[in-house]
């Protein structure tokens, strides 16, 4: 293996892995490209079905989900990724929420809330802010 081969592996262990979960396939790409750029590792997964085996595989930092996608809702699927994934970071976003929406998200785990459209700065912001937040809490953990 190269130097630049090693670096590049280094690299990767080191940079945050985001889940992108949205039916909307130009919305991912978008993500995906900001959050590239801004020094995530990310993966997409384009509806709920099959999401718990793909979390599983993958375990991301954190997790961008979408309320309203074809065959289920990002409401829907706050629960089993908090029974298996407790404090993994969870921002939910949806065009179509409000403050009761955003209530139900927040008493299911959902650990920020966006309404579409929101600056993708903004969503950055939030990952970074809640990554470090769970890596405070990491490490008051007693081992």
């Known amino acids: 293996m190269t130097h630049t081969e090693d670096r590049k592996i280094a690299d990767a262990a080191h940079r945050p892995r985001v889940m992108i979960v949205d ?3 130009d919305m991912r790409a978008l993500l995906r490209d900001v959050l590239e750029r801004d020094g995530f590792l990310v993966r997409e997964h384009a509806t709920g079905i099959g999401l718990m085996p793909a979390l599983e595989s993958w375990r991301p930092d954190a997790i961008v989900l979408d309320n309203v996608m074809a065959g289920t809702t990002g409401l829907d699927l706050l629960s089993p ?3 298996r994934h407790p404090t993994t970071p969870v921002v939910l976003v949806t065009a179509f929420g409000g403050s009761e929406t955003e209530a139900t998200a927040r008493r299911l785990g959902a650990t920020h809330y966006l309404d ?3 600056r993708v700065g ?3 912001a939030m ?3 809640a990554l470090a937040h769970a890596r405070h809490e990491d490490r008051r953990r007693p081992e």
């Open 23 to 25: 039916d909307d396939a």
């Open 81 to 83: 990724i908090r029974r």
């Open 116 to 118: 579409k459209p929101f």
């Open 122 to 124: 903004r969503l950055v």
């Open 127 to 129: 990952l970074r802010s």
